[in-house]
Nanobody, 116 residues
Framework: QVQLVESGGGLVQPGGSLRLSCAAS????????MGWYRQFPGKQRELVAR???????NYADSVKGRFTISRDNAKNTVNLQMNSLKPEDTAVYYC??????????WGQGTQVTVSS
């Protein structure tokens, strides 16, 4: 089993920044990738950014140049630095861990609201 604990969501004005963090614990010896997804009301969860153990990096087109994902393998954390936030970034953000044998694990979700 894997546990993911997220932190860092909240309310920010357009153009502002937020940093999301996710700490993984438990059976984490076989991680394939860690990343962030988001979900808009009434929509399916979508990829924001993901980083594999092999170094492959994926960003949604809508966040390229504004969001940066990083991992600290020693601390088993993944972070998402979000700059130049827009109202359309408002969503619930979920940390994801893809385990080689056990599949997907999800955090509890953290609300990000971009509004003046």
């Amino acid at each position: 089993q894997v546990q993911l604990v997220e932190s860092g969501g909240g309310l920010v004005q357009p153009g502002g920044s937020l940093r999301l963090s996710c700490a993984a614990s438990g059976s984490i010896s076989s991680i394939y990738a860690m990343g962030w997804y988001r979900q808009f009301p009434g929509k399916q969860r979508e990829l924001v950014a993901r980083l594999t153990n092999g170094g492959s990096l994926n960003y949604a087109d809508s966040v390229k140049g504004r969001f940066t994902i990083s991992r600290d393998n020693a601390k088993n954390t993944v972070n998402l630095q979000m700059n130049s936030l827009k109202p359309e970034d408002t969503a619930v953000y979920y940390c994801n861990l893809l385990h080689r044998a056990q599949g997907d694990y999800w955090g509890q979700g953290t609300q990000v609201t971009v509004s003046s």
